[in-house]
C-alpha cells in the first residue's frame, strides 16, 4: 500500500525552491529608549537608579533599557497594589469587569504592534506572535472579564473574596500571553498585582502597562517592575503578599515553594515539562508528524509542555523517522519577522548555551543525532531543528528539560511500555496521543499522569481550559474555571 | 428654520427592513395623543419570513465559537452605548422621565455585556462528565433548542427586548421577537443597533404589531422550537401553551417587574432555551 510520496525523495527546498523575504514592517513600532516601573499607575524611575539592557535575540542589537527593581522598588511596587485592593476589591464586579473587557479590546486594536514587539524582542516568529501570542493574551482577558460578577455561580453555596495581593512572576518564552494569564483572573476576582516579566522580554509588559494606563484601570491595580532572579525574590520573600504566582523552571519554583514554607501565602506554580508525545501504528501518520513538528518546534522549543520525547510504535517508526527527517530539512530558520520563518531566535545566548550544552551530552552518552540541513542567520542565536535516536530513559537529554528545538525518539511495542515509558519522569505537564481509535485515545489519556492530554493534535490553548502540571511541573490551574481558584478565598 | 426628518419605523426580517407585506399600519401615540410614528402592522406571513430567515442561519450561528458570539454581544453592548441619546429620546417619547430612560438604555447595556461574558461559560455550568459504571467515556452539554418566538414584555420598551434576545442568542439559538405594540420605535431602533454589530443576518427577527393578532401563528408554526412569553392575558397563555403541544414547543413564561433589575439575568434563562446531549465513548485499547 505504499504510497509514491512515502518512497519518493524529499522535496528539494535548497534549489529551485526559494523564499522571498516577507518581513513584517516595524516601522509602526515605536519603542522608547528607556522604560521605567510602572507603579501606582505611572512610570517611575528606579530606586537603585540602574537600568539593564533589552536586546533582539535576533540581531543582537539594544532594543531599549529597562529600569532595574531593587527591594525598595518591589516594596513601592507591593505597598501601592496594598492601597488600591480594597476600593478595586469593592467596585462591583459588572464594572470589574467592563475594565477587563477593555484591556481586551485594546490589546486587538494594538495586536498587531504587540506581536511585531514581541517577535522583536522574544525572538518568536511573527506568525506565531500575531496568531497566538496577542489574540489569545486579549482572549484571556475577554475570558475572565466575564466571570467577574458572575463568581457566585463558580462557587455555589460559597462567597469568593479576592486573596488580596498578587506577586506573579513570568516566563521569558510567551511574555504578553503568561501576563495576560495571570492578570487576567487575579484582576477579574479583585486581587491587586505586582508583576515581574522576565529580564530578556520586558518590552511587551512595558507595553501592556501604557495599554492598562490607557483603558483607565485604577492606580496600584496593576503594578510592573523589571529585573533578575533578585527581583522576583523581592517580590517572593515581601512580606505583604497574599499570592504567589510563577511560571518558570522546576529548580526556581522549588526555589519559590521552600522560600514561602511556614508563610501565609498561596501560591501556584506553573514549572516544566518533559512531554511524551506517543504515536500509535493506527494513527494517522502524515497528520502526526505534523503533530510532532508542531509539538517540538513551536516557538524554538521554548515551551513547558512541548512534545519533546517522542515515542513511535516500532512498526511505524522507519516511516515517522523517514518523514520526520525529510520535513524538518524543509523548516525555515531565521529572522523572526519574516513570515515564511518558522522558526525564529533562541530567546537569548545564556539558553543557547544551555541547549548545546545538552546537545553535547547527548552525543557524548551515545545518541545519534541528526540536525536539520538549514541555513541559520550569521547574528545572533540560532539552532538547528535537531533529533536525537538510540537514547534511553537514563539520559540526560530524555531526563532533563532542555527547552529548545531537541527531539528525542524512542520506540515502543506495547501501548503499556508507551504509558510506562511516559511516566517515567518527574514531570507532568503535558503530553500527546496519536491514533484513530478514539477507545485507545481515552484509555491512554486516562493513565497518563500529567494535566493536559492532546489527542491527534498538539500544542492548543484556549482561555477556557485549564492548563496546568501534575508532579514537578507544579501545581493549581491557569485558563477555564479553575483558573479562578488560585486567586479567591472561599467562606 | 430647519425643518427635522422624521423617520419611516419598519420591521426587521433576515437583517433587512422591509414594510409589512401586508400593507398594513398603526398609529404609535404619546400620552396626549399626538402621533409619534406610523408603526407596521404585521402580519402571518411576515411572522412566516421571519420564522424561514431564522430557521435559515441558526445552524451557521450555532456553529459560531463561543468566544465569537460573546464578541458580537459585547459589540451589540458598544453600539448601544454609542446611541444612548437616540434611546433616551425615543424613550422620553414614549413618556418615561429623563432618568428612567437612562437607567433603562444603561441597563440594557449592561444586560448585553452580562451575557457577553456567559457566551463561554454557560457550557462549564451546565455541562458534566458522567462516572458511568463501565468502560465509557460520557459526557453531557447543552446544544440551542433552534428558533424562539419571544413576546416582548410591555413594561420595559429596550431592556425586556434584549433581556430576552440575549439570553436566546448567546445559546445559539435564533429568535423572532413580537415588540410591545406601545413601544415598537424602540424596538424597531434596536433593530438598527443590531443591523451594525456583526449580528448575522436572520439572526434576530423583530415584528411590530399586535401581540394578540400574531403570536397565536407563531404558537402554531410548525418550525418554531420554543416560545418566551411574559405577559399575556389567562386565555391567550392557555391558547399559547395547547397549540404548543402540536410540535412539543418548550413553553417558557416568564415575566418581571423590572426588567432593569439584575433578577431579570440569569443563566437558567439561557439553560431554558438548552438541550442536554449525552455522548457515550468506549475506552479500551
Not at chain 1, 519574516?338 to 545538552?358: C, F, P, R, V, Y
Not at chain 1, 539552532?383 to 530513559?393: D, H
Not at chain 1, 503530553?431 to 485507545?440: C, E, L, N, P, S
Not at chain 2, 450561528?61 to 441619546?85: C, D, P, S, V
Request: aromatic share 10%; with cysteine; charged share 20%.
Amino acid at each position: 500500500m505504499a504510497h509514491s510520496n512515502e518512497m519518493g525523495a524529499p522535496l528539494d527546498f535548497k534549489g529551485l525552491w526559494q523564499y522571498d523575504a516577507a518581513p513584517e514592517d516595524k516601522s509602526q513600532v515605536k519603542i522608547a529608549p528607556r522604560y521605567n516601573h510602572f507603579i501606582n499607575g505611572k512610570f517611575v524611575e528606579p530606586d537603585s537608579g540602574e537600568y539593564f539592557d533589552t536586546i533582539s535575540p535576533s540581531t543582537e542589537e539594544k532594543l531599549s533599557e529597562i529600569a532595574l527593581a531593587n527591594e525598595n522598588d518591589v516594596d513601592k511596587a507591593v505597598k501601592a497594589a496594598r492601597k488600591a485592593q480594597k476600593d478595586w476589591a469593592k467596585l462591583p464586579g459588572k464594572e470589574r469587569g467592563k475594565y477587563l473587557f477593555r484591556i481586551a479590546r485594546l490589546m486587538q486594536e494594538r495586536a498587531r504592534a504587540f506581536s511585531v514587539i514581541e517577535s522583536m524582542d522574544g525572538g518568536k516568529p511573527i506568525r506565531e506572535s500575531r496568531d497566538v501570542d496577542v489574540p489569545l493574551a486579549a482572549a484571556h482577558f475577554f475570558y475572565y472579564a466575564g466571570w467577574a460578577d458572575k463568581l457566585e455561580y463558580a462557587y455555589p453555596g460559597k462567597k469568593a473574596s479576592p486573596k488580596g495581593v498578587a506577586g506573579q512572576i513570568i516566563p521569558w518564552n510567551f511574555p504578553l500571553l503568561m501576563a495576560a494569564w495571570k492578570l487576567a483572573p487575579a484582576l477579574a476576582t479583585g486581587n491587586t498585582v505586582v508583576l515581574k516579566p522576565a529580564e530578556t522580554t520586558p518590552l511587551t509588559s512595558m507595553f501592556l502597562a501604557e495599554l492598562i494606563r490607557d483603558a483607565g484601570i485604577p492606580d496600584g491595580v496593576v503594578n510592573i517592575v523589571n529585573g533578575m532572579g533578585a527581583t522576583g525574590a523581592a517580590l517572593v520573600n515581601h512580606p505583604d503578599i497574599n499570592k504567589i504566582a510563577f511560571t518558570g523552571s522546576t529548580p526556581v519554583g522549588k526555589f519559590i515553594q521552600k522560600a514561602l514554607a511556614g508563610r501565609d501565602v498561596s501560591y501556584t506554580l506553573e514549572l516544566g515539562g518533559k512531554a511524551a508525545n506517543i504515536i500509535f501504528e493506527d494513527a494517522p501518520i502524515d497528520q502526526a508528524v505534523e503533530g510532532i513538528i508542531n509539538g517540538i518546534f513551536f516557538n524554538q522549543g521554548h515551551v513547558c509542555c512541548a512534545g519533546s520525547r517522542l515515542f513511535v510504535q516500532e512498526s511505524v517508526a522507519n516511516e515517522v523517522m523517514r518523514k520526520l527527517k525529510y520535513r524538518i530539512d524543509t523548516l525555515v530558520v531565521g529572522d523572526p519577522l519574516d513570515k515564511n520563518t518558522d522558526i525564529g531566535a533562541i530567546n537569548s545566548k545564556k539558553q543557547l548555551d544551555k541547549i548545546n550544552e545538552l546537545i553535547q551530552a547527548g552525543i557524548d552518552e551515545g545518541g545519534q543525532v541528526y540536525k536539520a540541513n538549514v541555513s541559520t542567520p550569521d547574528k545572533g542565536f540560532w539552532c538547528a531543528p535537531t533529533l536525537f535516536t538510540e537514547v534511553s530513559q537514563a539520559h540526560r537529554i530524555v531526563n532533563e528539560e532542555i527547552f529548545g528545538p531537541v527531539l528525542t525518539i524512542q520506540t515502543f511495542r506495547t501501548p503499556d511500555e508507551a504509558i510506562k515509558k511516559a511516566n517515567n519522569t518527574a514531570f507532568g505537564l503535558s503530553g500527546g496521543v496519536w491514533t484513530d481509535k478514539g477507545a485507545k485515545i481515552f484509555n491512554v489519556t486516562s493513565q497518563l499522569r500529567a494535566g493536559v492530554i492532546w489527542a491527534n493534535t498538539y500544542n492548543k490553548f484556549d482561555p477556557t481550559s485549564p492548563f496546568g502540571g501534575y508532579k514537578e511541573s507544579g501545581m493549581g490551574r491557569e485558563g477555564g474555571l479553575h483558573g479562578l481558584t488560585p486567586y479567591v478565598n472561599l467562606d | 428654520m430647519r425643518i427635522p426628518v422624521l423617520k419611516t419605523y419598519k420591521i426587521y426580517i433576515g437583517g433587512e427592513f422591509p414594510r409589512t407585506e401586508s400593507g398594513r399600519y398603526y398609529e404609535l401615540k404619546n400620552k396626549k395623543g399626538d402621533l409619534i410614528a406610523n408603526l407596521c402592522l404585521s402580519s402571518r406571513k411576515d411572522l412566516r419570513n421571519a420564522i424561514v430567515a431564522a430557521r435559515g442561519v441558526q445552524h451557521k450561528w450555532a456553529g459560531k465559537t463561543a468566544y465569537n458570539k460573546g464578541q458580537i454581544l459585547y459589540r451589540i453592548a458598544e453600539m448601544l452605548e454609542g446611541r444612548k441619546a437616540q434611546f433616551v429620546d425615543e424613550l422620553i417619547q414614549l413618556g418615561y422621565s429623563a432618568k428612567d430612560a437612562e437607567l433603562e438604555v444603561l441597563e440594557s447595556v449592561d444586560r448585553l455585556i452580562y451575557y457577553a461574558g456567559w457566551s463561554d461559560k454557560y457550557t462549564q455550568l451546565f455541562s458534566t462528565v458522567n462516572p458511568v459504571a463501565g468502560p465509557y467515556f460520557n459526557f453531557s452539554k447543552p446544544e440551542p433548542t433552534g428558533v424562539v418566538v419571544a413576546q416582548a414584555p410591555n413594561n420595559a420598551p429596550l431592556s425586556g427586548l434584549v433581556s430576552q434576545i440575549a439570553p436566546i442568542i448567546v445559546g445559539g439559538n435564533t429568535c423572532v421577537v413580537i415588540a410591545d405594540e406601545l413601544s415598537g420605535t424602540v424596538a424597531v431602533s434596536f433593530a438598527e443597533v443590531l443591523h451594525s454589530s456583526d449580528v448575522p443576518g436572520g439572526v434576530v427577527n423583530i415584528l411590530t404589531g399586535k401581540t394578540e393578532e400574531i403570536l397565536p401563528h407563531a404558537s402554531k408554526h410548525m418550525d418554531v422550537n420554543a416560545v418566551w412569553f411574559t405577559d399575556l392575558s389567562k386565555e391567550l397563555a392557555v391558547s399559547v401553551e395547547t397549540d404548543a403541544a402540536l410540535n412539543v414547543k418548550r413553553i417558557v413564561n416568564t415575566n418581571y417587574k423590572k426588567w432593569t433589575k439584575e433578577d431579570a439575568q440569569s443563566p437558567y434563562l439561557i439553560q431554558e432555551f438548552q438541550e442536554i446531549k449525552t455522548t457515550w465513548h468506549p475506552i479500551g485499547m
